[in-house]
């Protein structure tokens, strides 16, 4: 009725896309897919790709099915990463990206393969920590779903900007172990 071009994308929302969560570790990672750093989260370079992609075809700047291949040239050639800076220039310039100080990580109890990742409980635990009204505070996971992971291996790390926050934060996982469930893998 308003002349609207609209469509409904879904996608897989099993476990966070990307490694962090809160406002510096999700900017750090979208940087790092800009820069294309070879330890920047595929799955958030995949999901970028795949909605810029579908968005380009959708105002009719690229015929269907091309979408995503124009992304990622766009990416690749530097032009998204030199949009990105220009953006942030617009809004004050761009900071050196730092983390909260105070911080603690979450290993795991017993080898075996990432069975689950409670996305709500995950993000509970970042906004305990003070994401998103501390911007360096959250949370920076280092597994994701099906991975091998062996006793004492990182699972995440917590970030706060004080001791307080980071208790919190702690408290709220050892009351909810199960974040992230780790069962013994296909037999």
Do not use: W
């Not at 879904?10 to 966070?16: K, L, V, W």
């Not at 409980?121 to 280092?142: E, F, T």
């Not at 050892?174 to 992230?180: R, T």
């Amino acid at each position: 009725a308003l002349g609207l071009n609209i469509k409904v994308i879904q996608t897989d929302g099993t476990q966070p896309i990307g490694h962090g969560i809160g406002p510096t570790l999700e900017a750090r990672d979208v940087l790092s897919v800009l820069r294309g750093d070879p330890e920047a989260p595929q799955d958030l370079k995949e999901r970028s790709l795949f909605l810029a992609g579908t968005i380009m075809e959708s105002f009719g700047n690229v015929a269907p099915g091309h979408g995503r291949f124009e992304a990622q040239k766009i990416l690749e050639d530097g032009r998204a990463l030199k949009k990105f800076i220009a953006i942030c220039e617009a809004q004050g310039g761009m900071r050196e990206i730092t983390l909260a100080r105070y911080k603690h990580v979450i290993t795991s109890l017993q080898r075996g393969v990432v069975e689950n990742i409670d996305n709500r409980l995950m993000a509970r635990i970042a906004k305990l920590a003070g994401a998103p009204d501390a911007p360096k505070a959250g949370v920076d996971l280092h597994v994701s779903l099906q991975k091998t992971v062996e006793k004492g291996q990182p699972l995440f790390t917590i970030y706060a900007e004080s001791p307080g926050e980071l208790n919190y934060a702690l408290h709220y996982f050892y009351a909810h172990q199960d974040v992230i469930v780790i069962g013994d893998g296909p037999q």
